[in-house]
Every structure is written in C-alpha cells, then in structure tokens.
C-alpha cells in the first residue's frame, strides 16, 4: 500500500475512532508493523508542522513538549512554539480541533509585540526568548527570558565611568590633603611631649601627636628589650 493512502487511512480512523485507538490495532489493519506506522505518523507531523509554518512565518512551529530550562536565546528572535504531537494528530484528523489551535497561532504574534512593549515601557528590560507551548491535553502555556536593553547596558557603563571619574577625583582631593597636611606639619616646628606610665605608651602619644593620629590608629608601637 502506498504511503499517502496510508496517511489518509491513519487520519481517518484518528478522525472517527480518536486517538484512544491502539496503535497496533492500526498497524495490524494496515499490514505494517509498529515501527513502521511510528515513522509514517511522524513524517505526517512534519508535513503537518511545514504547513502550518507556511501559514504562520512570523513564529517558529516544533512538535514537542516545553522546555523551561532553556538557557539560549531563539536566533531567529521569533517565538518557540511547541505542539505535542497528540494535539497535532487532532488537529490532522479533526478540521475542527484544527481551527481552533491555528486561530490561537495566528494570535501569538500581536500578543508577543503588546508583551514585550509592555515589559520594556515597565522595567526597561528587553525580552530575549520567547516560548509557547500545547501540551498533550491542549493546556497552553507561555514563558519568556528577559536581559538588559541596549539603553540599559549604556546607562550602566556611563555610570560606571562617572562613578570611577568621581572616585578619582576624591582620591586626588584626599591625596592634595594630605600632602597639605605633611607640609604644613614639615614647615611648623612643634614642641611635643607626652606623659604615661610606661615609655611605650609615652613614645606611641608622641608619634600619633606628630603625625595627627590618635594613638589607636597611628598603629602601637611594639619593641622588645
């Protein structure tokens, strides 16, 4: 039996039996064994999926399951629709249940564009990956990655070097102080003493006096006989 009357034969007994028929029972009406019949239904998905990518170019179709873990961004920046194959032997079979799922796909695209608009105009953020999915009982769900604008990523370097400027100039301004400050303590003669109870608290007062410390932060002076 050629492959497309196969096709036609497999779509109509999913069309009046469901998919609750058991897949050996069809392979054993079309004389074929399960392998086979796994292979033909796929390649029916594929040529399923081209189709409704034709109709629907601004998204990218799949069939498969959802992938929350997914870490890199879609190159083609379209969404990531996933249609489980169990949806796409309905929409194959039912013109109704059809319907119903390329209406929602031809939605997905204004949705996306009012999404990310909002998303920017509130966090400034941009979205980076979108992702659709039709799971095996027709729930659908949607997920989205977000990262810096182009805005954001300058408004953060220009900060970046303000801020690096700013440190500059207040280790030059504190740098200029203290070189006034030794200068100053270079040009004053300054008579200065210091009175204790032991020599070596004595001689740490005297240091911290000249330098302009107190004595906790001149350092404790720590000489062994």
Same mark, same amino acid.
């Given at each position: 039996?050629? &492959?497309? !009357? =196969?096709?036609g034969?497999?779509e109509?007994?999913?069309?009046?039996?469901?998919?609750?028929?058991?897949?050996?029972? &069809?392979a054993?009406?079309?004389?074929?064994?399960?392998g086979?019949?796994?292979?033909?239904?796929?390649?029916?998905?594929?040529?399923?999926?081209?189709?409704?990518?034709?109709?629907? %170019?601004?998204?990218?179709?799949?069939?498969?399951?959802?992938?929350?873990?997914?870490?890199?961004?879609?190159?083609?920046?379209?969404?990531?629709?996933?249609?489980? %194959?169990?949806?796409?032997?309905?929409?194959?079979?039912? %013109?109704?249940?059809?319907?119903?799922?390329?209406?929602?796909?031809?939605?997905?695209?204004a949705?996306?564009?009012?999404?990310?608009?909002?998303?920017?105009? =509130?966090t400034?953020?941009?979205?980076?990956?979108?992702?659709?999915?039709?799971?095996?009982? *027709?729930?659908? *769900?949607?997920?989205?990655?977000? *990262? %810096?604008?182009?805005?954001?990523?300058?408004?953060?370097?220009?900060?970046?070097?303000?801020?690096? !400027?700013?440190?500059?100039?207040?280790?030059?301004?504190?740098?200029?102080?203290?070189?006034e400050?030794?200068?100053?303590?270079?040009?004053e003669?300054?008579?200065?003493?210091?009175?204790?109870?032991?020599?070596?608290?004595?001689?740490?007062?005297? +240091?911290a006096?000249? +330098?302009?410390?107190?004595?906790?932060?001149g *350092?404790?002076?720590? +000489?062994?006989?």
């Amino acid at each position: 039996m050629k &492959i497309k !009357k =196969m096709e036609g034969i497999i779509e109509a007994i999913l069309f009046t039996m469901g998919e609750s028929v058991e897949k050996n029972r &069809i392979a054993k009406a079309l004389d074929i064994t399960q392998g086979q019949l796994k292979k033909i239904v796929k390649e029916m998905q594929e040529d399923y999926v081209k189709k409704l990518q034709e109709k629907n %170019p601004q998204i990218d179709i799949v069939a498969g399951s959802s992938d929350k873990n997914v870490k890199t961004a879609n190159r083609t920046g379209k969404t990531d629709v996933r249609i489980a %194959p169990e949806i796409l032997n309905r929409m194959m079979s039912n %013109p109704e249940v059809a319907t119903k799922y390329e209406n929602m796909l031809s939605k997905i695209p204004a949705l996306d564009r009012w999404a990310d608009s909002m998303i920017k105009s =509130m966090t400034g953020s941009e979205v980076k990956y979108r992702q659709v999915w039709i799971d095996k009982d *027709g729930n659908m *769900g949607s997920m989205v990655i977000t *990262g %810096p604008s182009e805005e954001q990523k300058k408004a953060d370097e220009d900060r970046k070097i303000e801020k690096k !400027k700013e440190n500059e100039q207040k280790l030059a301004e504190r740098r200029a102080e203290r070189k006034e400050q030794m200068k100053k303590i270079q040009e004053e003669r300054r008579t200065i003493f210091a009175i204790g109870t032991d020599m070596k608290s004595i001689t740490e007062n005297v +240091v911290a006096q000249a +330098v302009g410390t107190a004595p906790s932060i001149g *350092g404790s002076c720590n +000489v062994k006989a």
